[in-house]
């Protein structure tokens, strides 16, 4: 180490007594601010936003444009906060960043994904089924708008840029969640049916299944193959092995652990807002304290992370593995969504 640092010095030494050795010295300060103001402008934009109030904030917007709440504000205001909260948060959004210090970021870019995955299912379900009567009935035009440029490219810098897509997107959100407050626009509607909410928990469900594996696999196991387990007469397309190996890359392991905690951030939101604009169909069906357990579990995946990085250790070894206790979290979540869906198909 010693020996790094003389030759480090001996290197300065030779810049600055040559020609032009004061505008180096200058040149190579000046870079050594920069990366140093980098370092403390990332760890910044690290931060990830803490948890709002979806009533307070929803209320709060509505009466500045002097309107009222109306079933579906609630579902509605919570999509147009996540988005703007990509965009907005410090840092701006971070995925698409091509110099320092968002290049060097990766906890972040890995958050919005998650969070952008739940939008992206939301808008989805919202303009398929949420805002239709019956599979015959026509798209309500913003969402239909809407709903494609949430799906635009997460990494996109150039023309157009994500941003302006997203931001175009919020356009139409804002203006469908106006058009239901409005006694004359027939045209706007939102069905708090306990059908459309159990086809939205099942596409939830589908992907916290998919994290909770994916974070189970960060120490490596090898697992039965039940991929056709439970159908007379399954098939598929190709064999495979009847026991798999899996495990999640090392290098991918933080990555997938702030995946799972921006999808659980964005989740414990919609759910909030799913609890005030479904409430008569959820205390019909008794479901109001399923779904509050719910958002219970997923609001332990936000404890602080006191850790400087995210660790890998083994089930029962001597350091922690975060991602074995945010898949703990995550699965329990997942059961109980489970759960709802059956306390939801009920008569």
């Given at each position: 180490?010693?020996?790094?640092?003389?030759?480090?010095?001996?290197?300065?030494?030779?810049?600055?007594?040559?020609?032009?050795?004061?505008?180096?010295?200058?040149?190579?300060?000046?870079?050594?601010?920069?990366?140093?103001?980098?370092?403390?402008?990332?760890?910044?934009?690290?931060?990830?936003?803490?948890?709002?109030?979806?009533k307070a904030d929803t209320d709060a917007k509505l009466s500045a444009q002097n309107q009222t709440t109306v079933v579906g504000s609630y579902t509605t205001g919570t999509l147009i906060t996540l988005t703007e909260?990509?965009?907005?948060?410090?840092?701006?959004?971070?995925?698409?960043?091509?110099?320092?210090?968002?290049?060097?970021?990766?906890?972040?870019?890995?958050?919005?994904?998650?969070?952008?995955?739940?939008?992206?299912?939301?808008?989805?379900?919202?303009?398929?089924?949420?805002?239709?009567?019956?599979?015959?009935?026509?798209?309500?035009?913003?969402?239909?708008?809407?709903?494609?440029?949430?799906?635009?490219?997460?990494?996109?810098?150039?023309?157009?840029?994500?941003?302006?897509?997203?931001?175009?997107?919020?356009?139409?959100?804002?203006?469908?969640?106006?058009?239901?407050?409005?006694?004359?626009?027939?045209?706007?509607?939102?069905?708090?049916?306990?059908?459309?909410?159990?086809?939205?928990?099942?596409?939830?469900?589908?992907?916290?299944?998919?994290?909770?594996?994916?974070?189970?696999?960060?120490?490596?196991?090898?697992?039965?193959?039940?991929?056709?387990?439970?159908?007379?007469?399954?098939?598929?397309?190709?064999?495979?092995?009847?026991?798999?190996?899996?495990?999640?890359?090392?290098?991918?392991?933080?990555?997938?652990?702030?995946?799972?905690?921006?999808?659980?951030?964005?989740?414990?939101?919609?759910?909030?807002?799913?609890?005030?604009?479904?409430?008569?169909?959820?205390?019909?069906?008794?479901?109001?304290?399923?779904?509050?357990?719910?958002?219970?579990?997923?609001?332990?995946?936000?404890?602080?992370?006191?850790?400087?990085?995210?660790?890998?250790?083994?089930?029962?070894?001597?350091?922690?593995?975060?991602?074995?206790?945010?898949?703990?979290?995550?699965?329990?979540?997942?059961?109980?969504?489970?759960?709802?869906?059956?306390?939801?198909?009920?008569?």
């Amino acid at each position: 180490m010693r020996s790094i640092y003389r030759a480090f010095i001996d290197f300065l030494d030779r810049i600055t007594s040559s020609k032009g050795g004061v505008i180096a010295k200058v040149a190579l300060s000046l870079f050594t601010l920069y990366l140093v103001g980098a370092v403390i402008v990332g760890i910044y934009w690290s931060w990830t936003p803490d948890i709002y109030s979806v009533k307070a904030d929803t209320d709060a917007k509505l009466s500045a444009q002097n309107q009222t709440t109306v079933v579906g504000s609630y579902t509605t205001g919570t999509l147009i906060t996540l988005t703007e909260t990509l965009l907005d948060k410090q840092g701006g959004y971070l995925s698409n960043d091509r110099f320092p210090p968002g290049l060097w970021l990766d906890n972040v870019p890995n958050w919005e994904f998650g969070v952008l995955v739940q939008i992206r299912d939301l808008s989805r379900a919202m303009r398929k089924t949420l805002s239709r009567s019956q599979s015959q009935s026509t798209e309500q035009a913003d969402l239909a708008s809407a709903e494609p440029k949430l799906h635009f490219d997460n990494n996109s810098w150039l023309i157009p840029s994500t941003e302006s897509e997203y931001r175009d997107a919020l356009i139409h959100l804002k203006a469908y969640q106006l058009a239901l407050a409005k006694q004359d626009e027939s045209q706007a509607q939102f069905y708090a049916r306990a059908d459309n909410l159990k086809d939205w928990l099942g596409d939830v469900s589908t992907r916290l299944g998919s994290l909770s594996q994916r974070l189970s696999a960060s120490v490596g196991q090898r697992r039965i193959n039940t991929d056709l387990a439970g159908t007379e007469a399954a098939a598929q397309s190709t064999s495979t092995a009847a026991e798999i190996e899996i495990q999640t890359p090392w290098l991918e392991i933080d990555n997938v652990f702030y995946e799972a905690r921006g999808t659980a951030w964005a989740l414990i939101h919609i759910l909030k807002a799913v609890e005030l604009d479904f409430a008569q169909s959820l205390e019909r069906k008794n479901a109001v304290a399923s779904l509050r357990q719910i958002i219970r579990e997923l609001e332990a995946t936000q404890a602080t992370i006191w850790s400087p990085m995210i660790l890998n250790g083994t089930e029962f070894g001597l350091l922690a593995n975060h991602s074995l206790v945010m898949a703990s979290y995550i699965s329990r979540a997942n059961a109980a969504i489970i759960d709802l869906r059956d306390l939801l198909s009920q008569g």
